[in-house]
């Protein structure tokens, strides 16, 4: 493969990692940690681990925004996502490790029973608000910020059921 248009200059190397040691071996290897699934709060928790030998280092957020002021709307999308990742095991593992494993456990024993309305259920409101950025674009806006300050120095947002992608975007973009 030939790329039609190089880059200048060497391209940055991102891991996506998610608990102690992937995020020391990127915060040592590469230049850097792609992270997912994670509310702002966490990232005090993960963030030293990548910038434990170079406090430089950059950590990319993947952050999933539903930009809706229905919260119930945008709740029952945040569900059905957590529902469907955090019962792998890797991020079942990261949010045991994150603090999460009491108010996962319904879900989790659910999902393992095979009761998948049940696990649907077992997802608390208040964990939804904390993994899924929703409201208003403004508000939006703030709680992506949130994570810049807790430590994030590259926010990518995953826009979630828009009702129209173009002015979301606009919607979004920082002021």
Not at 4 to 30: F, K
Not at 153 to 159: G, K, V
Request: proline share 9%.
């Amino acid at each position: 493969m030939r790329l039609g248009e190089p880059p200048d200059g060497p391209v940055p190397v991102m891991v996506a990692a998610l608990r102690p040691g992937m995020l020391r071996m990127a915060g040592r290897e590469a230049d850097g940690a792609i992270i997912n699934w994670l509310a702002a709060a966490d990232v005090p928790t993960v963030a030293p681990y990548v910038r434990e030998a170079d406090p430089a280092k950059e950590i990319v957020a993947r952050i999933f925004v539903c930009p809706t002021e229905d919260a119930e709307r945008a709740r029952a999308i945040g569900r059905r996502m957590i529902t469907a990742y955090l019962n792998v095991p890797v991020y079942a593992a990261f949010h045991d490790w994150l603090g999460r494993g009491e108010v996962l456990a319904k879900m989790w024993d659910a999902w393992r029973a095979g009761d998948r309305q049940a696990a649907l259920e077992a997802v608390p409101d208040s964990l939804v608000d904390e993994l899924l950025v929703h409201g208003s674009p403004g508000a939006c806006r703030e709680r992506v910020e949130a994570y810049r300050e807790a430590g994030v120095t590259t926010p990518a947002l995953m826009l979630v059921a828009p009702d129209d992608l173009a002015t979301a975007v606009r919607d979004l973009a920082p002021r």
